[in-house]
């Protein structure tokens, strides 16, 4: 038996993933690390924390399966997304903490760049707006902030990386310093549409080319591990980037196809086939996956804040201790009640892209209590998904939530186990929601990547027809009331931006 072993290096824990030849899961491994903040709005990861807890992972996860590096037939990678890495390329010493996409330190650099008139280029080339998210301007504060970067840089001394590459290269010793399209399309330093790094957009930067990654199809060669790292080299041939790969693993590969994964953040993708959409209302053009030398472009919606509002009752409310505490409540809530929770914690993110924005809570009563907050809770989640497909539909076919006509949505993620919320997903959506008996689909659609380069798992039509239905929801609300509850959500994430 022949395994593939996916890495999955998220924001807040690393998971090493024991595929076997069936595409099954034989054994998990997960360790979290720490987070630092050290500033308001900053997040940073020690990037030693980040290889440290893949390799311990990735051992424990062989370990476990009691088998040896031997049966592994390649590993797939993938990561979470636009976090950036700098390191010596001599001593292989990062310069900083890997600055993580969540931090908001270079909104000014931002502003700066868009009120110059930068905006309509970097979007026409990159697909991405000028915002702190992604990485480019994170490796820009870099070269200006950390003492003799830019010099160094300059000299070639200093690589640059998304996650995927920086573990990459510790794999492979230092031999390989390389990314995927799905991970360079999110820096804002790529050219989507020509498949290159932008010199235009890395002159403007002031960002030498020579510290870039060379970028590699998501189904690849992307080196081999060091021998005694696992007792035996082990060909890394799979790498995209985590919401990419939970496209990849939910078998979104027809023009129309949409999957939302909820974890602590929302991502709504919609494949949009051979050619990129440029999104009228303010979304993301990206690329879905890029295999034998041929991109598939997708759209994007991405929310900061999902799950992280069931954390938040938790850990700053402490109104619940376990998330799956928020269905019973919601069940329980008053129907005659409208509370609105809008959880605009570190701002808005897609369609809003409101980084100033806070979050508020609307229609309070004498009688709301825990019981409607919850609800709110997981409510906002489904709004929040609603104003995502709504400006999709309309890039996509011209018409607003025309989700009904269209493919279901199909859900992945920790949150997507909550039947409440998915029921009420698809209520506020008017469009059915399946979710697959997988919810490993990130790991998958790494782990697919790769075995399909070792020769050990099929291609795009039989493994799509490997994906399983666990559960559809469909509408049960009424028009009516479906409508009244949106409009009701659009004026309270109104008032919170005025406020
Ligand atoms: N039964 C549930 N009901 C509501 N929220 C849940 C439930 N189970 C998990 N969650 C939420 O899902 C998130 C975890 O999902 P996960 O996919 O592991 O996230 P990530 O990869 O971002 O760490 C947490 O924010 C948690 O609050
Ligand atoms: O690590 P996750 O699952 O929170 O995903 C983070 C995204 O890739 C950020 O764009």
């Not at 924001?11 to 997960?30: G, N």
Request: contains cysteine; glycine residues 8%.
């Amino acid at each position: 038996m022949k395994y593939i072993l996916a890495i999955d290096q998220g924001t807040t824990s690393s998971r090493a993933i024991l595929f076997d030849e069936a595409l099954q899961v034989s054994a998990i491994a997960q360790e979290e690390f720490p987070q630092h903040y050290p500033q308001s709005g900053w997040v940073e990861h020690d990037a030693a924390d980040l290889w440290s807890t893949v390799a311990g992972t990735c051992r424990a996860v062989i370990e476990r399966a009691g088998i040896t590096a031997t049966d592994v037939a390649a590993i797939g990678i993938t990561n979470q997304r636009e976090t950036t890495v700098v390191w010596d390329r001599n001593t292989g010493q990062p310069i900083h903490n890997a600055i993580v996409w969540q931090d908001r330190r270079t909104a000014a650099i931002c502003n700066a760049l868009r009120d110059e008139g930068h905006q309509d280029m970097v979007s026409e080339r990159t697909g991405l707006l000028l915002d702190p998210y992604f990485s480019g301007t994170k490796l820009k504060w870099l070269l200006d902030n950390v003492e003799g970067a830019r010099a160094k840089a300059k000299a070639g001394e200093l690589l640059f990386g998304t996650v995927d590459s920086y573990l990459i290269w510790k794999a492979t010793g230092g031999t390989s310093h390389v990314t995927d399209a799905t991970n360079a399309a999110r820096t804002l330093l790529y050219d989507i549409r020509k498949g290159r790094w932008s010199r235009t957009i890395c002159d403007l930067l002031d960002i030498p080319t020579s510290m870039l990654p060379e970028v590699r199809d998501c189904s690849a060669d992307f080196g081999v591990t060091r021998d005694d790292l696992f007792g035996r080299a082990i060909p890394i041939l799979g790498v995209a980037g985590d919401q990419q790969a939970a496209t990849i693993g939910q078998a979104c590969f027809q023009p129309g196809m949409l999957k939302s994964t909820y974890g602590t953040g929302c991502f709504a993708l919609l494949n949009t086939g051979a050619t990129p959409v440029r999104s009228k209302n303010r979304l993301l053009t990206t690329i879905a996956y890029q295999l034998d030398g041929t991109p598939t472009y997708a759209l994007e919606g991405s929310i900061f804040v999902a799950g992280a509002v069931v954390q938040w009752l938790r850990d700053g409310l402490k109104m619940i201790r376990h998330a799956a505490e928020t269905q019973p409540l919601a069940e329980a809530a008053d129907a005659g009640q409208n509370v609105v929770l809008v959880p605009a914690f570190t701002g808005l993110g897609a369609p809003y892209w409101k980084a100033e924005c806070r979050g508020a809570i609307f229609g309070l009563s004498r009688n709301s209590g825990p019981a409607e907050l919850a609800r709110a809770a997981l409510e906002s989640v489904g709004y929040q998904t609603r104003d995502l497909l709504d400006a999709m539909h309309l890039d996509w076919s011209g018409e607003t939530n025309s989700g009904a006509k269209e493919a279901t949505l199909r859900v992945d993620g920790g949150m997507s186990a909550s039947d409440w919320t998915m029921q009420f997903l698809s209520d506020i959506i008017g469009a059915s929601v399946d979710r697959p008996a997988t919810l490993e689909t990130t790991a998958m659609g790494a782990a697919w990547l790769a075995g399909l380069r070792a020769g050990l798992y099929p291609d795009q039509a039989s493994f799509s027809e490997m994906w399983a239905l666990e559960r559809t929801f469909t509408p049960q609300m009424s028009g009516d009331l479906r409508d009244r509850k949106y409009q009701a959500w659009r004026r309270a994430v109104d008032a919170a931006q005025k406020f």
